[in-house]
């Protein structure tokens, strides 16, 4: 019998999909161009000895103040007769060794003082810092005016000058920095682990100042070569008959009307080389801040990008406050789609909680955050679906009707509330903001309205809690005030996206229990997204289970928790410890939830489901209605009876 190998096709590796740091940089235009200006301009000085130019130092006074496009001339020549285009480019190369040499200097000496002051800090810092602001006392350009009348007129030390003013522009902004770095975790821990000042300095801070200091390098090059034209200008910098930018401005401006082309020439030089160099250091800023690393180099905009290849009809339910059918919410990130959420169909009623639940990942956050558009995009998108509040689909308003349902209609309690709220006002103010911002009503009027809003969710002393700041108030306080906030006007919806994971079980179940009553007492709706099934059982009426970026069940509360019909629900509800049982056995679901980039075909829970067969992982599994609004994603959907004794038909 002759063996038949079968050789399975090996995928390729993909690539990552994150854009690298140059492709970032590319994908700015004002940068690129100020790029190629300036890659171009650099070139060329640096290839100045290699190119057939005359002595940019030999003067002809036969030939003197030639015109442009003369004859052996390019540019025209000086009142030397001095040909400008050799000097332009010798020029250019001087101005550019001293701008980038001035920036290195000041860049280490200024960074050096820093990161010592700020992480030393006492004494030390306060020497340090003190004998800066005595340089910063002196306007810097009069200051390097001083340097150089003392150490004398050259190239050399104009450049010493330059460096010395701009030493404290480096030093005090790496010292803030310093500062905060020095009083966090990771270096707590590094002392810790016995590292000495000077490990943890150059090994733990400098890493993470090292960014700031390159962005501050490539923004303050230009300035180096202006103020070292500027000495050289006034005849402080280089010193005849060698060229720099400067000096030919200065040398041209006596014959400014008579050939004017002597002062504009190097004036323009001066003009695109800066301007490039500044371009060019905004893009190494966007590039260098991780929080733009997203594909694009744009700033998230106020609302979600809404790219539909067509608008689904949908008939409008009276009873659903909220209805979502077919939500496609996307990530595009270089050459990779991340499909976090892949056609969801969420329904909430009138006085209703709905419990989103699932892991990490699964796409419960995007979900919410994409019905009123706060996707940060780029890079996230909405691909599809539509979200109708009350019969109205709100992928189709406009930017200013979303802002005003904003906080007026819906509503969202996040999970951190010191992140939410603004540090830097009081209570009183934010409540009143959130009050004005949709109603027509006085400051004093406002005042009162937020303080009966403090009233209902059981803040006590409510008139002196509206002076305080959020730090002032314990985590479980700053969640009422987020609710309050969620309540200031007639809202229609409230989004919970776990509003309880970082309160402690005492003021969970206040904060469950405030929730619980204002919607039964207000008849809002509410999403309420969380992990823990012992909330769900508290809060929700309704329960949709979500994996991979799909709803893969819905039912009502008990049914859920009773009889699970999909195995991912049955893991998650096995996790969860019950109270009098302490011999129940608590196993973790196996492997890891897919990743939403390379979604394998058919049911995604496939590869860590227990009873799943080949037919399980192709096509693209539908919900089946299960009846009485019991849906499953499952070919082979388990009963709680099955799924206790074990017994599935594998």
Known sequence: MS??????????????????????????????????VLAFVFVVALAAPLLPLVNPDVTEPANRLQPLFADGHLLGTDALGRDILSRLIWGTRVSLAVGVSATLIAAFIGSLIGLVAGYAGGR?????????????????????????AALGPGLLNALYAIAVVNIPFFARNIRGITVGLSRREFVDAARLSGKSNASILFGEILPNVLPVIIITMSTTIGWMILETAGLSFLGLGAQPPQADLGSMLGDGRKILFT????????????????????????????????????????????????MRDQVPDIAPQEDATLDMQGLKTEFHVGS???????????????????????????????????????????PGRIVGGAALLEGEDLFSKSDEEIRLLRGLAVSHVFQDPLSTLHP?????????????????????????????????????????????????????MRQRVCIAMALANDVKLIIADEPTTALDVTVQAQVLSLLNKLRQERNVGILFITHDFGVVSTMCDRIAVMYGGKIVETGTTEEILSSPAHPYTEKLIACVPVLGEPDRRLDAIEGRPPVV??????????????????????????????????????LYPVSGDKAKQGECDV
């Open 3 to 36: 063996e038949t190998t079968i050789e399975t096709p090996t995928k390729k590796k993909k690539s990552g999909g994150r854009p690298s740091t140059l492709r970032l940089l590319l994908n700015n235009t004002l940068a690129t161009a100020g790029l190629v």
């Open 124 to 148: 030390t810092d306060n020497l340090l810092m003190r004998g800066i602001d005595m340089i910063m006392a002196f306007p810097y350009i009069l200051l390097a005016l001083a340097i150089v």
């Open 259 to 306: 050939a004017p082309h002597v002062s504009i020439i190097p004036g323009v030089m001066i003009f695109i080389l800066v301007m490039s160099i500044n371009l060019l250091g905004d893009g190494v800023r966007d590039v260098l801040d991780p929080r733009l690393k997203s594909g694009a180099l744009a700033r998230p905009v106020m609302r979600t990008a809404v």
């Open 336 to 378: 990779d789609v991340y499909k976090a959420v892949g056609g969801v169909d969420l329904k909430v009623r009138q006085g209703e909680c709905l419990g989103l639940v699932g892991e990490s990942g699964s796409g419960k956050s995007v979900t919410a955050m994409s019905i009123m558009g706060l996707v940060p995009t780029p």
């Open 424 to 476: 830097l006002f009081t209570i009183g103010d934010q409540l009143v903001e959130a009050i004005r911002a949709h109603q027509v009503i006085s400051h004093k009027d406002a005042m009162a309205r937020a303080e009966e809003l403090l009233k209902t969710v059981r803040i006590p002393n409510p008139a002196e809690r509206l002076k305080v700041y959020p730090h002032e108030l314990s985590g479980g």
């Open 597 to 634: 980039n390379a979604l394998p075909d058919g049911c995604a829970f496939a590869e860590r489901c227990p009873y799943a067969k080949d037919d399980c992982r192709k096509g693209d599994l539908a919900l089946t209605d299960l009846g009485e609004g019991r849906t499953v994603r499952c």
